[in-house]
């Protein structure tokens, strides 16, 4: 029988665990920390050249005050998004987004981007509100995915199969922000209930961080997806 003493973690194993305590809590703090300060200086940067002088806090101060051109472009955006919504502003966006159409290189630029972000920020759309799973990249192989819609119309009846097709992002490991984007008949999709936030955790973790840990669970069934 071992002796207490030979349990007992040498001073090495000890302060191994304590540096791997203390990376865990700082690292994650630290990143944060600077993915906002740089959020932060890449708007003051935009929005402070806008800004006349006379109206720049440092202009009177002997320092410059971060986060004083987040808080004019929130307070701008958030106007704006006022003056548009009456109908002398809706007339005047209206007029403009008029011009832009009769310019041929502009007015193609200006409807991609105008219909991904009403597509991102709209609040009654379902893009990527929900999670599923396919087999990729061969059968037996599962892989999580991203819901978007149904195929239009005109996809849809020209691709073989005839169900109805839905379209999914298979997202890359450990950056979300890049992966592959297809069609695929509904009933190959399993759907998952689970968030877009969880599934997100579990692919940049690599399967780590499974859902239900630091957050709910799933409910159980089986989550396929009605055909």
Request: hydrophobic fraction near 40%; glycine fraction near 12%; aromatic fraction near 10%.
């Amino acid at each position: 029988m071992l002796q207490p003493d030979l349990l007992r973690p040498t001073a090495g194993t000890r302060l191994r665990r304590y540096f791997l305590t203390g990376l865990v809590i700082a690292g994650p703090l630290a990143i944060t920390a600077s993915v906002t300060w740089w959020f932060i200086n890449l708007i003051d940067g935009v929005v402070k050249p806008l800004i006349p002088n006379n109206y720049l806090p440092e202009t009177y101060l002997p320092y410059p005050i971060p986060g004083f051109g987040l808080v004019i472009g929130l307070i701008g955006l958030t106007l704006l998004g006022f003056l548009t919504a009456n109908l002398v502003g809706r007339t005047l966006l209206d007029a403009g987004e008029a011009i832009l159409h009769r310019m041929p290189v502009i007015r193609g630029l200006y409807k991609g981007v105008k219909q991904v972000f009403e597509t991102i920020f709209s609040q009654s759309g379902t893009s990527f509100r929900k999670v599923g799973m396919v087999q990729f990249p061969q059968p037996g192989m599962w892989s999580i995915v991203f819901i978007s819609q149904e195929a239009a119309p005109e996809i849809n009846s020209r691709l073989p199969d005839g169900s109805e097709q839905i379209g999914v992002f298979l997202p890359c490991t450990p950056n979300p922000t890049t992966g592959f984007f297809f069609y695929l008949p509904r009933r190959e999709v399993v759907e998952l209930s689970i968030s877009v936030e969880d599934g997100a955790k579990l692919i940049m973790s690599a399967g780590l961080i499974q859902p239900g840990e630091n957050g709910s669970k799933a409910p159980p069934g089986n989550g396929k997806s009605q055909n």
